[in-house]
Protein backbone atom coordinates (compact mmCIF):
# COMPACT_ATOMS: atom_id res chain seq x y z
CA UNK A 1 0.00 0.00 0.00
CA UNK A 2 1.38 3.44 -1.11
CA UNK A 3 -1.47 5.91 -1.09
CA UNK A 4 -2.89 7.86 2.27
CA UNK A 5 -5.93 6.92 1.10
CA UNK A 6 -5.70 3.54 1.45
CA UNK A 7 -3.88 3.95 4.95
CA UNK A 8 -7.56 5.76 6.62
CA UNK A 9 -9.42 3.06 4.66
CA UNK A 10 -7.62 0.40 6.90
CA UNK A 11 -8.49 2.30 10.28
CA UNK A 12 -11.92 1.34 9.15
CA UNK A 13 -11.92 -2.20 9.72
CA UNK A 14 -10.64 -4.54 12.71
CA UNK A 15 -7.92 -3.28 15.03
CA UNK A 16 -6.05 -5.88 16.60
CA UNK A 17 -3.88 -5.06 19.46
CA UNK A 18 -0.66 -7.00 20.85
CA UNK A 19 2.32 -5.64 22.65
CA UNK A 20 4.88 -4.91 19.98
CA UNK A 21 2.30 -3.24 17.40
CA UNK A 22 -1.46 -3.55 16.57
CA UNK A 23 -2.89 -4.44 12.83
CA UNK A 24 -5.94 -2.59 11.45
CA UNK A 25 -7.26 -5.76 9.04
CA UNK A 26 -9.93 -4.21 6.78
CA UNK A 27 -11.63 -6.78 3.79
CA UNK A 28 -12.20 -5.15 0.65
CA UNK A 29 -13.97 -7.70 -0.18
CA UNK A 30 -12.32 -8.28 -3.53
CA UNK A 31 -10.78 -11.44 -3.57
CA UNK A 32 -7.36 -9.94 -4.84
CA UNK A 33 -3.70 -10.47 -3.23
CA UNK A 34 -3.30 -8.99 0.45
CA UNK A 35 -2.04 -5.95 0.80
CA UNK A 36 0.58 -4.66 3.53
CA UNK A 37 1.36 -1.25 4.64
CA UNK A 38 3.79 -0.29 7.41
CA UNK A 39 3.52 3.08 9.74
CA UNK A 40 6.69 3.89 12.08
CA UNK A 41 5.78 6.84 13.78
CA UNK A 42 8.32 9.68 14.98
CA UNK A 43 7.92 9.17 18.30
CA UNK A 44 9.52 5.61 17.92
CA UNK A 45 12.79 6.99 16.93
CA UNK A 46 14.84 8.84 14.20
CA UNK A 47 14.75 7.82 10.52
CA UNK A 48 17.57 5.20 10.99
CA UNK A 49 15.59 3.41 13.62
CA UNK A 50 12.49 3.69 12.21
CA UNK A 51 13.90 2.15 8.71
CA UNK A 52 15.35 -0.45 10.61
CA UNK A 53 12.16 -1.27 12.46
CA UNK A 54 10.75 -1.39 8.67
CA UNK A 55 13.18 -3.77 7.36
CA UNK A 56 12.59 -6.45 10.02
CA UNK A 57 8.90 -6.06 9.57
CA UNK A 58 9.03 -6.86 5.84
CA UNK A 59 11.34 -9.42 6.19
CA UNK A 60 9.74 -11.01 9.06
CA UNK A 61 6.51 -10.90 6.40
CA UNK A 62 8.07 -11.85 3.48
CA UNK A 63 10.04 -15.20 5.60
CA UNK A 64 6.63 -16.85 7.33
CA UNK A 65 3.80 -14.56 7.86
CA UNK A 66 2.60 -14.16 4.50
CA UNK A 67 1.13 -17.52 4.16
CA UNK A 68 -1.41 -16.51 7.34
CA UNK A 69 -2.64 -13.69 5.27
CA UNK A 70 -5.75 -13.78 3.79
CA UNK A 71 -7.03 -13.02 -0.02
CA UNK A 72 -8.79 -9.46 -0.51
CA UNK A 73 -7.59 -8.02 2.64
CA UNK A 74 -5.74 -4.64 3.51
CA UNK A 75 -3.30 -5.03 6.34
CA UNK A 76 -1.42 -2.00 8.54
CA UNK A 77 0.85 -2.72 10.77
CA UNK A 78 1.52 0.23 13.57
CA UNK A 79 5.01 -0.67 14.52
CA UNK A 80 5.79 0.11 18.88
CA UNK A 81 9.84 0.98 19.12
CA UNK A 82 10.17 -2.88 21.04
CA UNK A 83 9.96 -4.62 17.80
CA UNK A 84 13.10 -3.35 17.59
CA UNK A 85 14.79 -5.67 20.57
CA UNK A 86 12.24 -8.10 20.48
CA UNK A 87 13.93 -11.44 18.93
CA UNK A 88 13.45 -12.17 15.26
CA UNK A 89 11.73 -15.73 15.88
CA UNK A 90 9.25 -14.31 18.17
CA UNK A 91 8.37 -11.30 16.09
CA UNK A 92 7.44 -13.44 12.96
CA UNK A 93 5.29 -15.89 15.42
CA UNK A 94 3.28 -12.41 16.54
CA UNK A 95 2.62 -11.60 13.50
CA UNK A 96 1.56 -14.77 11.97
CA UNK A 97 -0.94 -15.01 15.29
CA UNK A 98 -1.96 -11.48 14.58
CA UNK A 99 -3.06 -12.19 10.57
CA UNK A 100 -4.64 -15.23 11.48
CA UNK A 101 -6.87 -13.37 14.30
CA UNK A 102 -7.31 -11.50 11.08
CA UNK A 103 -9.00 -13.85 9.20
CA UNK A 104 -11.43 -15.16 11.54
CA UNK A 105 -15.10 -13.37 12.12
CA UNK A 106 -15.70 -11.27 14.53
CA UNK A 107 -17.34 -13.14 17.53
CA UNK A 108 -20.88 -12.47 18.22
CA UNK A 109 -21.69 -9.82 20.85
CA UNK A 110 -22.75 -11.05 24.04
CA UNK A 111 -25.82 -10.42 25.47
CA UNK A 112 -25.88 -9.93 28.91
CA UNK A 113 -29.24 -9.75 30.80
CA UNK A 114 -30.04 -6.99 33.45
CA UNK A 115 -31.97 -6.47 36.49
CA UNK A 116 -34.97 -3.62 36.22
CA UNK A 117 -33.68 -0.51 38.29
CA UNK A 118 -34.84 -0.08 41.81
CA UNK A 119 -35.54 -4.19 42.40
CA UNK A 120 -32.39 -5.53 44.70
CA UNK A 121 -31.17 -8.61 43.89
CA UNK A 122 -32.56 -11.89 45.80
CA UNK A 123 -35.93 -10.66 46.44
CA UNK A 124 -37.72 -12.82 44.90
Known amino acids: MTKRAEFLAA ?8 PFFF ?3 LDRGD ?7 LTVTKKVGNAVVRNRI ?6 AIRLDAEADMALG ?3 VIVARREVLAMPFA ?3 DELSRR ?5 RPDREPTIVKRRPPGRPSGSD
Open 11 to 18: RKGRRLNG
Open 23 to 25: VEA
Open 31 to 37: GEDPRVG
Open 54 to 59: RRRLRE
Open 73 to 75: IDY
Open 90 to 92: ALK
Open 99 to 103: FARAK
